[in-house]
């Protein structure tokens, strides 16, 4: 699987970063976001909530598991699975109806469910090093053909900076 690395330097990088992917998202797709707590998870998300037209408040859904927001041009549905015990929990909250469904899924915290991840996931890690200063995160995304047609270079402002 092949992988490109993201550099941001500030939320508002991180932000426009998610922005981004969720304006070229796909009805169907999956994105699996990992970092340890106060990495950006939440600022990510509500970037890509943006860019799929979703308006208002997204928050994680740490305690509710999933929360669905709808009003964009595809719903969302978005997973804190930080609180799951074990893959088998998901069935209680019909995971498979949303993750193949026609919206696009984002679920925090997926390596707690890796072994019902579907094959096709875009994986997203967002990291912390501090001595880059306190704002800077390095975002790796893996999968569906490193997302080539997601975060073309050409496109690229000086939003946040890229390495292969």
Same mark, same amino acid.
């Given at each position: ?5 993201? #550099? !941001? +330097?500030?939320?508002?990088? !991180? ?6 992917? %969720?304006?070229?998202? *796909? ?5 699996? $976001?990992?970092? =340890?707590?106060?990495?950006?998870? @939440?600022?990510? @998300?509500? %970037? ?7 308006? %208002?408040?997204?928050?994680?859904? @740490?305690? @509710?598991? $999933?929360?669905?927001? #709808?009003?964009?041009?595809?719903? $969302?549905? &978005? ?6 015990? =074990? ?8 995971? /498979? /109806? ?13 390596? *707690?469910?890796? #072994? ?6 875009? &994986?997203?890690?967002?990291? *912390? ?5 306190? =704002?800077?995160? *390095?975002?790796?995304?893996? %999968?569906?053909?490193? $997302?080539?047609?997601?975060?073309? !270079? /050409?496109?690229? +402002?000086?939003?946040?900076?890229? #390495?292969?």
């Amino acid at each position: 699987m092949e992988k490109k690395m993201i #550099e !941001t +330097s500030s939320p508002a990088q !991180t932000y426009a970063l998610g922005r981004e992917m %969720g304006e070229r998202a *796909r009805p169907g797709q999956v994105f699996c $976001l990992d970092g =340890d707590l106060g990495a950006g998870k @939440t600022v990510f @998300t509500q %970037g890509f909530a943006e860019g799929l037209g979703i308006a %208002g408040p997204v928050n994680s859904p @740490t305690f @509710t598991i $999933l929360q669905v927001y #709808e009003g964009g041009r595809l719903p $969302l549905y &978005h997973f804190d699975v930080y609180r799951i015990g =074990d893959a088998a929990e998901m069935d209680e909250i019909g995971y /498979e /109806e949303y993750v193949y469904g026609e919206g696009v899924s984002l679920i925090e915290w997926s390596v *707690r469910i890796a #072994e019902i991840l579907p094959p096709s996931a875009v &994986h997203i890690e967002i990291a *912390r090093e501090p001595e880059k200063g306190f =704002d800077y995160r *390095r975002i790796t995304v893996k %999968g569906e053909e490193r $997302l080539a047609d997601m975060l073309q !270079t /050409e496109k690229r +402002s000086d939003e946040y900076k890229e #390495e292969l």
